[in-house]
């Protein structure tokens, strides 16, 4: 069966500093993965996905994610993170049919300090 | 740009009474999707529906769920008899068929039910 972990439940990064954010995920075949962000009381946006191909992908609000096979993980990063991504972030997996449900992880807390 | 939407943004019911939530998905999407999301916990599917049939359910979505596709727009959610445990946000989201490539599936905002 498919899972999901983000090991950190809750970041703290200085506003200008870097973050990455860890997600793993167990799958069969390969995994249609996903980073959604949501602000307090906001919904789901999603932030970027890796479906195929180059395994760094380029997200909005300046993030990016990289597919690492070997190490069955899909971190999200950013080089220097503003006041306003602070927000609880949320990596997914999709099963294998295209349409199918997504899987997601518990969710990282991200607070960003002045 | 297209969105999802979601009506009301916050239900508050009491135990043992029924609720819908309804949902606009984006107008040429053919798959439509329930999540809900309990205060602190993660983000769990509840049910998938397509061609105007459930596709997949999860074990949370027992008897006292439903879905219903009744117009060409609205896709609800029905709890028959909603429990304190029913109190969470629930996410609608829906998506488009794409040849060679998953579907992407775009949320909505999010209704915030309450059962007291």
């Known amino acids: 069966a498919q899972s999901v972990t983000q090991p950190d439940i809750h970041i703290t990064v200085s506003e200008g500093a870097s973050l990455e954010l860890r997600c793993n995920y167990s799958?069969?075949?390969?995994?249609?993965l996903f980073w959604y962000v949501q602000s307090p009381g906001q919904g789901l946006q999603l932030l970027l996905k890796?479906?195929?191909?180059?395994?760094l992908v380029q997200g909005i609000k300046g993030f990016e994610a990289e597919f690492k096979r070997s190490q069955s993980s899909f971190n999200l990063r950013k080089p220097s993170v503003h006041w306003s991504d602070a927000a609880e972030y949320f990596c997914a997996v999709g099963s294998g049919d295209s349409w199918g449900k997504l899987q997601f992880g518990a969710g990282t807390q991200v607070v960003v300090t002045p | 740009e297209p969105e999802v939407t979601q009506t009301p943004s916050h239900q508050v019911t009491q135990m043992g009474q029924e609720v819908i939530l309804r949902c606009v998905p984006i107008?040429?999407?053919?798959?439509f999707y329930w999540y809900r999301q309990i205060l602190g916990q993660k983000v769990e599917f509840l049910v998938s529906?397509?061609?105007?049939?459930?596709?997949?359910k999860s074990e949370i979505f027992d008897d006292q769920f439903s879905v219903e596709r009744p117009d060409g727009s609205n896709f609800t959610l029905k709890i028959r008899s909603t429990k304190l445990e029913d109190s969470a946000m629930y996410f609608c989201?829906?998506?488009?068929?794409?040849?060679?490539?998953?579907?992407?599936?775009?949320f909505g905002p999010g209704t915030r039910l309450t059962v007291l």
């Open positions: 799958y069969g075949a390969t995994p249609y």
């Open positions: 529906f397509y061609n105007n049939e459930i596709s997949e």
């Open positions: 890796y479906f195929s191909g180059d395994t």
């Open positions: 989201a829906s998506s488009a068929p794409r040849r060679s490539s998953y579907n992407e599936q775009f």
């Open positions: 107008s040429n999407h053919l798959y």
